[in-house]
């Protein structure tokens, strides 16, 4: 009887330290309203950039308000030059035909570097952000800035006009990712 008590004593001290846990934690989802996303390149003809705002995601946060997990994906076709051409290029070499969707999903925030994987084209590689995390009230918002080569995630950067207009390898990918309760 006594192991029973003390099984059973262990079982509810057990329980009661994991619901504890799990209320420590609470879950965000992205607002797209207030989420932003912008690639930004150069070429031999000007520089360019393209803004993107079709993303869903979530984050997970301690109650000390560290992110313990978190994850954003941004439908590729939903970038926009404002340049036709520009954008059909841009969907080719990224593949939105078979890959859809652009994802980072975050495996450590410390200080100033937000690291985890992007997912692009199909690949996936390791990337570090350098930005910040905020929260104010019922928001957390997550900014930051790296920068890549489009051979590491095997694009062939676009070209145009018979491969006179030449897009550089070397892009930037800037995002002010909103959380809301």
């Known amino acids: 009887?006594?192991?029973q008590t003390t099984t059973l004593?262990?079982?509810?001290?057990?329980?009661l330290c994991f619901g504890f846990k799990a209320q420590a934690q609470t879950t965000y989802k992205l607002n797209p309203k207030e989420s932003s996303f912008k690639v930004l390149g150069t070429s031999t003809l000007h520089d360019w950039h393209m803004e993107g705002?079709?993303?869903?995601g979530q984050c997970v946060v301690n109650a000390d308000g560290s992110i313990v997990s978190g994850n954003v994906t941004l439908q590729a076709e939903s970038l926009k030059s404002g340049k036709g051409g520009m954008?059909?290029?841009?969907y080719k070499a990224l593949k939105t035909g078979d890959y859809a969707d652009i994802s980072f999903t975050v495996s450590a925030v410390e200080g100033d570097k937000i690291s985890g994987s992007l997912t692009?084209?199909?690949v996936n590689k390791p990337v570090t952000f350098e930005g910040?995390?905020?929260?104010?009230?019922?928001?957390?918002?997550?900014?930051g800035t790296t920068e890549f080569l489009l051979t590491d995630f095997k694009i062939d950067p676009p070209k145009a006009l018979m491969g006179t207009v030449k897009t550089g390898d070397k892009v930037?990918?800037?995002?002010k990712s909103t959380f809301i309760k």
Not at 9 to 15: R, T
Request: no cysteine; charged share 20%; hydrophobic share 50%.
């Open 53 to 56: 705002a079709e993303a869903s």
């Open 87 to 90: 954008d059909k290029n841009a």
């Open 172 to 175: 930037s990918l800037e995002i």
């Open 132 to 143: 910040s995390v905020s929260q104010n009230g019922d928001k957390i918002t997550v900014s």
């Open 9 to 15: 004593i262990a079982f509810f001290l057990a329980a």
């Open 120 to 122: 692009i084209a199909g």
């Open 1 to 3: 009887m006594k192991k």
